[in-house]
């Protein structure tokens, strides 16, 4: 190795962590990635993690909605969409339910448990997907 490469080794490390530290901030933001996902870096910051998250799914049609419930074989897809709900993710749980209850159109919710300063709990929409047509 040479001696550039030895002065670079003990670099990578903190180069690698600072990276994934971005990284996991920058979709914390953008894609509302919870905090104690991705590296973990906000964790202790925050209650935003999926035990304060909801996921409600509604079978949609002419007449209305019906809300739906969760089989538990569908749990470890939940949690991912809990953790990181993107558009893709909530479209493929969606497509999922449809499949299962035979629905044309099943749309599937992900909601943030908020509370304010006087500790009044209140929930946020963070994303939405629908399936079908």
Do not use: C
Not at 10 to 27: F, G, R
Not at 65 to 89: F, G, Q
């Amino acid at each position: 190795m040479s001696s550039r490469g030895r002065r670079a080794l003990p670099w990578i490390a903190p180069v690698l962590l600072a990276l994934l530290a971005a990284l996991q901030i920058l979709l914390v933001h953008s894609a509302n990635l919870s905090p104690w996902k991705g590296g973990g870096y906000g964790m202790f910051s925050t209650n935003d993690h999926s035990g304060f998250r909801t996921l409600r799914a509604f079978w949609v049609d002419a007449s209305g909605e019906k809300r739906l419930s969760i089989p538990p074989e569908l749990r470890p897809e939940v949690l991912r969409a809990l953790d990181l709900p993107t558009h893709a993710r909530l479209g493929h749980l969606a497509a999922s339910l449809a499949r299962q209850n035979r629905a044309s159109r099943v749309r599937a919710e992900v909601w943030r448990l908020e509370f304010d300063a006087d500790l009044r709990p209140s929930l946020r929409p963070l994303s939405s997907a629908e399936s079908g047509p």
